[in-house]
């Protein structure tokens, strides 16, 4: 059986696409999982710097596309988790070095060899959007409570819908500030939801720790944020798991629902 | 729109809007009254993404040139020409037109509607219009799902929304002004109904419930709908 294909996706900039990605994977092999994360964000790569793995970089998804080495030579193993491959970007080249048929193919050599293909995409809905989501099975969109980014996922979802085969798409929300919300600063998850109609799979607050982490290069899931990103990896997996691991307890009642709502 | 004219046909297809011209008759004439058509009804063509059906037309580079330019002063974006003549796709692929309708997704599309249907000519959508997504139509629209903000609706008839309605939404674009808008939660971010305009109250919490908006002594006025 091959591996489950997700991609990480906002439409917006600056989200946390490749935070997610990271977390997640990290959170899916401490839950025993084998997982490949590519990071499809060519021209800008951030995810191995993430994963604290850039100084062992030898190859990249380019390298492979271009037949320069094998596929085999490019996964970098992390080192606190060996079941974690990263598969880093070039730093030299633009997304148009790439094709979606191109990623699909390495998608497919790899898919044997894991359980979950974790997929970071670019900012945009452009050529490396389409490259990231071209061999998705399904796709997780990032957005923050804030109106600009929830637009920006709203367009993302409507481009998805439009795609043959579509995939099905789950919400993520991100950044979520328990007194700004409180304050009745912040957009709740209720009005994000309201607005985008698609199913949640998880709420992380904001939380210092990702910072701190993403600088050593090692995820943090012990943190707040961290417990968030591995009880999206359980519902992931397929667990049912009610939210109750929102920032103010009482104030998300209704979406307990919606988790079990369509997918 | 059952033109006055039928040396050429205006309707509303997925991809916008489609101009059918018969292949007889001047091109210089028959383009100017097709342009006519569109000054005068401005509120609707304008934004406009164009494609033209010239059957069997041959069309030369300059004709197709001077034609498009004569569109984008009308801020109407012709993409595409089809045609059987040989002449007319040499002159769209010079011109870098597509010269078919077919989209990224891969369908043909024409919601054809024929002119012997009871009552005026409706569009389904069968799904949320999402933030960039556009409907122009000239009879009414019916959507069954959400109108999300930054989607729009521009309609010569009526429109309904067994949804929320938060984008734009236009309706009797072409003038009418007994056409109405309905919504399950009317939200819009602009609402224009032929030359009238309004835009929601700031009312967040505010409980969503039916409700119609029409023109009433000369503006538009929202009152609950009882479906
Ligand atoms: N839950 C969080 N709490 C605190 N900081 C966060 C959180 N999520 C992301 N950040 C911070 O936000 C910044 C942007 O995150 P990230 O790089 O993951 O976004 P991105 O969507 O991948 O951006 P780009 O579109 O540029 O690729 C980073 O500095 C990251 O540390
Ligand atoms: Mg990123």
Sequence with gaps: MGAKVVTVTSGKGGVGKTTVTANLSAALVSLEKRVACIDADIGLRNLDLILGVENRIKYHLVDVVEGRCKLQDAIVKHKQFPNLSIIPAAQDRDKSAISPTQMVAIVNDLSPHYDYIIIDSPAGIERGFRNAVAPAQEVLIVTNPEVSAVRDADRVIGLLEAANPRPPARLIINRVKAEMIKRGDMLTPDDVFDMLSIPLIGIIPEDEAVLVAGNRGMPDLGSRAGHAFKTIARRLMGEEIPLKDAPTPGLFRRLTRLFGGRT | ?227
């Design chain 2, 1 to 227: 729109m059952v033109s006055r004219d039928d040396s050429f046909a205006i309707k509303g297809i997925r991809e916008g809007l489609l101009v059918t011209l018969s292949a007889e008759g001047e091109w210089e004439a028959l383009t100017a009254r097709v342009l006519a058509r569109i000054d005068e009804k401005q509120a609707f063509f304008k934004g406009a993404r164009v494609a033209l059906d010239v059957g069997e037309r041959p069309v030369l580079p300059h004709e197709m040139d001077s034609f498009r330019l004569l569109l984008n002063k009308r801020e109407i974006t012709l993409w595409a020409v089809i045609s059987s003549s040989h002449t007319t796709q040499t002159s769209a692929r010079h011109a870098g037109l597509e010269t078919a309708l077919v989209t990224s997704q891969g369908g043909l599309e024409s919601p054809e509607v024929s002119s012997e249907m009871q009552g005026a000519p409706g569009l389904f959508v069968n799904q949320t219009m999402r933030n960039g997504r556009t409907v122009r139509y000239e009879g009414h629209v019916t959507v069954f799902g959400d109108v999300n903000a930054g989607a729009q609706i521009i309609a010569g008839g009526s429109v309904i929304v067994w949804g929320k309605l938060r984008g734009i939404v236009h309706a009797g674009a072409l003038g009418d002004e007994t056409a109405f808008v309905c919504a399950l939660d009317l939200a819009p971010t602009q609402l224009r109904i032929a030359g009238y305009i309004t835009v929601s109250p700031e009312d967040k919490r505010r409980k969503p419930r039916p409700e119609i908006a029409l023109v009433r002594n000369g503006r538009i006025i929202a009152e609950s709908w009882n479906p």
